[in-house]
């Protein structure tokens, strides 16, 4: 899976992913920081994960929990909120929507 679908998934039907046509293509060029400025939470998380970068995880994690109200938001608590545990090797097909 690229990327950019990962992403910009906003869901799964069977073995294809459903991605955000608009999303991705306004912000596909943004690195996980570039993100964060815009608030793109979610996305910048799934960008944290793709890379497989702890940095930014940690870096997402202190960004949303400032957001938040929170002292601190774990990486493995981050993966429950947004409801993604890592990069699917399954996914066959996008349907961008």
């Known amino acids: 899976m690229k990327r950019?679908?990962?992403?910009?998934?906003?869901?799964?039907h069977g073995?294809?992913?459903?991605?955000?046509?608009?999303?991705?293509?306004?912000?596909?060029?943004?690195?996980t920081r570039e993100l964060l400025?815009?608030?793109?939470?979610?996305e910048a998380f799934r960008s944290a994960l793709y890379n497989d970068d702890q940095e930014e995880l940690r870096e997402v994690?202190?960004?949303?929990?400032?957001?938040?109200?929170?002292?601190?938001v774990e990486p493995g608590?981050?993966?429950?909120?947004?409801?993604?545990q890592h990069v699917p090797d399954n996914v066959t097909r996008i349907i961008a929507i």
């Open 4 to 12: 950019d679908d990962f992403v910009f998934t906003i869901g799964y």
């Open 15 to 31: 073995s294809a992913a459903v991605v955000d046509r608009s999303a991705r293509r306004r912000y596909r060029r943004l690195g």
């Open 37 to 42: 400025e815009h608030a793109r939470y979610r």
């Open 61 to 72: 994690g202190e960004q949303f929990a400032a957001v938040a109200g929170l002292e601190t």
């Open 77 to 84: 608590r981050l993966k429950r909120l947004f409801g993604v």
